[in-house]
């Protein structure tokens, strides 16, 4: 088992460009999850997804769209990059109704925009 | 401030110590909770999951005390490899997406 993979692992972007993040898990979990990491501040949850074809805003969801046509497979878009977006993003996944089970996440993606 | 607080640290301490770490949450709505260990520049991993029974992995031990809103994570007889930031998560509600990371707490254990 792969576990929890993203593509790319950095990305260099200038302002105005756009990227697609991937994420794929092989666990067969139900929801996945896009965050952001910046220093000094905790995980923030920018989209989810609790099932093959639906999709929802976070906490930080503006400069953001995100599709989940496939059951494994989470895409994060960046239609205009922006510098406040230089972040590192990360992918994760749970159990439907994760309760108790807690989130697996995949090596994120370094993301620099200039 | 925060929904869910931790001192950042670091904390320094020697191997074999025992260090204690503290997490406070302010949504009385929490229902579920976590421990997790970020090592520098890598993904976030579960750690362990908080009971208010407590519960023990080894040299680890969780405890939930939900009247004080608090949550602890004991480590003994640290090893050099405990070294890491460990991350306090509290999920508000059913399902993961109002889970709340802390900023997380830098452990350095020396030789």
């Known amino acids: 088992n792969a576990g929890v993979t993203q593509t790319p692992k950095f990305r260099v972007l200038k302002t105005g460009q756009s990227m697609t993040l991937l994420c794929a898990q092989d666990?067969?979990?139900?929801?996945m999850y896009w965050y952001r990491q910046d220093p000094g501040m905790g995980l923030r949850l920018i989209h989810y997804?609790?099932?093959?074809?639906?999709?929802a805003k976070g906490e930080v969801p503006d400069g953001y769209n995100v599709s989940r046509l496939k059951k494994q497979n989470f895409l994060l878009g960046l239609e205009s990059a922006a510098p406040s977006q230089t972040s590192v993003y990360f992918c994760?996944?749970?159990?439907?109704?994760?309760?108790?089970?807690?989130?697996?996440f995949g090596p994120g993606t370094r993301l620099t925009v200039l | 401030r925060k929904e869910v607080e931790q001192d950042p640290g670091p904390f320094n301490v020697p191997e074999g110590a025992t260090v204690a770490f503290n997490c406070t949450y302010s949504n009385s709505a929490s229902q579920s909770f976590f421990w997790y260990r970020q090592d520098c520049r890598k993904e976030p991993k579960l750690l362990m999951s908080v009971y208010s029974s407590g519960n023990e992995d080894g040299r680890f031990t969780a405890q939930l005390n939900r009247a004080s809103q608090y949550i602890s994570l004991l480590i003994r007889d640290s090893k050099l490899s405990d070294s890491a930031t460990y991350l306090c998560v509290v999920n508000i509600g059913t399902g993961g997406f109002k889970t709340i990371f802390g900023a997380g707490t830098r452990l350095f254990v020396k030789a």
């Open positions: 994760a996944s749970s159990y439907s109704g994760s309760k108790g089970w807690g989130q697996f």
């Open positions: 666990m067969n979990h139900e929801y």
């Open positions: 997804s609790v099932g093959e074809g639906t999709t």
